[in-house]
């Protein structure tokens, strides 16, 4: 049987210079991206693929707030292959000038997941350079708030945007293959109380107070929601606290007990758990709280007020198998175009205790997984390996001709 990734990969070093991928993520880096305010690059991205006759578009998911969609190939059919990377970054500081050390890339939003955005690209590139024509289309998604639960995948396949099948370049390393991985749930504990002068302190409801022997009330462990191939699942985290007086939450006023306190939390479960088992088994335990505090009020938001940021499109678990289709291909083709190959496929501990985009894709029936580059231990979070990720992009090139040629 004809191989038709083989000529293509014996090319691939004239097609994606390693240099010129660094050189893609080190532009990604340049322009500051997070939730909210991720237009800007995704106009980056537009220009970079325009200048290499890639069809871009831009799909407006709020006034003002942009990602971008491209596509390569015929425009008839469903999409063999699509590449799907968030443009929203974490708020971890660093420097948006990239710097290069021996084998590791460092700038902001390089680890999550600019890194795995110059692998799409880097791709891309590479398939429109060989000339190879294609028999159905390659699409790339470069989607806004995976952040607040995947609000930009969500809008695309609201829109209509699918495909057979899909890799998410998260920094998961190219040594494994992800296709079952946990659930978030990201809501708020509010409580309201009574205001009153330190004075008058037992005329008051301390809101500050109730809040923390609610969260003391809420304990994951109490949650249930287990399954045993997920340990230490479910897992809470109180990501933010505020406090004050009055909703917006004044700080001022400090000889005045608060009457309004707020808890930012996340929490990870696993599946077979939809989100609304796990908003039940939340409630429930609130109600404890409500009952053993009357005097004062306590709710859940879910999602929490939209000034947080924290957004509020459910993320439920991937559970797919770990011997699909998409999983072999990677995996057979990773050392073909590389130096590394897939130590472990389906669950991968504790990287499978992440939330993305994958479970929305998974479940709109596009079969998927994560496949990206990642940083060495130590700094993992400030850098990345360019070796991983040209790896990265080498094999997600060669997907796309095997797919889509």
């Given amino acids: 049987m004809t191989d038709p990734a083989a000529p293509f990969i014996s090319q691939l ?103 795995g955005l110059a692998a799409m690209i880097g791709a891309a590139i590479a398939l429109r350079r060989s000339g190879i024509p294609l028999r159905r289309a390659l699409l790339l998604e470069f989607v806004v708030g995976e952040l607040q639960g995947g609000v930009g995948t969500k809008f695309a396949l609201a829109s209509g945007l699918t495909a057979d099948a899909a890799v998410v370049p998260e920094p998961y390393s190219v040594r494994r293959i992800i296709t079952r991985t946990a659930g978030v749930h990201k809501f708020a504990v509010v409580v309201r109380g009574r205001t009153a002068h330190t004075s008058r302190q037992h005329e008051g409801v301390d809101a500050v107070a109730v809040l923390r022997k609610t969260l003391d ?103 797919m198998p770990a011997d699909s289709g998409i999983v072999r291909d990677i995996a057979t083709l990773l050392p073909r175009v590389s130096d590394f190959t897939v130590a472990e496929t389906g669950l991968a501990l504790p990287y499978s205790y992440c939330g993305n985009d994958t479970t929305h894709l998974s479940r709109a029936g596009i079969e998927c997984c994560l496949f990206g580059p990642r940083g060495a231990p130590g700094d993992t979070e400030l850098h990345v390996l360019i070796s991983e990720m040209a790896a990265c992009a080498r094999t997600l090139a060669a997907l796309a001709v095997q797919r889509c040629a």
């Avoid at 039940?280 to 404890?288: L, P």
């Fill in 13 to 115: 070093d004239r097609l994606l210079p390693e240099d010129e991928l660094v050189r893609i993520a080190a532009e990604l880096t340049a322009v500051p991206s997070l939730t909210g305010a991720e237009t800007e690059l995704a106009r980056t991205v537009r220009n970079m693929l325009s200048e290499h006759d890639i069809h871009v578009v831009l799909q407006e998911v709020a006034p003002g707030r942009e990602q971008a969609v491209a596509t390569l190939g015929p425009d008839h059919d469903t999409p063999a292959l699509l590449f799907n990377g968030h443009l929203d970054m974490d708020p971890l500081g660093g420097e948006y000038t990239a710097r290069r050390v021996g084998d590791k890339l460092y700038g902001a939003g390089l680890h999550n997941m600019k890194s």
């Fill in 217 to 319: 009330l809420l304990d994951a462990a109490e949650l249930g929601l287990r399954n045993p191939d997920f340990p230490p699942l479910p897992r809470m985290q109180i990501a933010g606290l505020i406090a004050g007086r009055g909703e917006d939450h004044e700080l001022s006023g400090i000889s005045y007990c608060a009457d309004k306190a707020t808890a930012l939390v996340d929490l990870r479960y696993p599946p077979p758990y939809e989100p609304g088992a796990v908003g039940a088994a939340i409630e429930q335990a609130v109600q404890r709280a409500r009952l053993r505090f009357p005097e004062a009020t306590i709710t859940v938001d879910q999602p929490p007020d939209p000034r947080f940021r924290v957004g509020g499109a459910d993320m439920p678990p991937m559970d």
